[in-house]
């Protein structure tokens, strides 16, 4: 399978890890929509977070546990946190990653 996110799971492309507990790892975004934006993505594959969460749903949990140790780190005082599922939602890489954003205001609703 040619999945961008495993390749950098599995070191085989390399980026600077922000964390890696074996299960989970988290990386800056390629192009960043926040002056913090950070992808924390399961190591194992998974195509969406649905997907993950029917297969492991203490995973989704610390992806959550580890956007807030990163924001914490950050010292943000707020940040956003989003899964896009599917093409319609704006999924460009199908393989679960929750997207950690901080560092300026958000509208609402989401565009
Ligand atoms: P999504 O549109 O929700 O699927 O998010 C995919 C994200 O991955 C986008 O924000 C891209 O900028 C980011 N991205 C794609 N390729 C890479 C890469 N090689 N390294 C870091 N971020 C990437």
Redesign the pocket.
Known sequence: MDC??CK?AHGE?P?DLLHDDGTVVA???????APT?I?IIPKEHHANVGNLAAASPETVGRLFAVAQLLADERSLDGHRT???TGES??????HA?L?LMGGRSFTWPAG
């Open positions: 961008i996110f950098i492309i980026v990386f800056h975004d390629l192009a960043p929509q934006h992808l989003v899964f896009n939602a704006g999924q460009s890489v199908f990653h997207h």
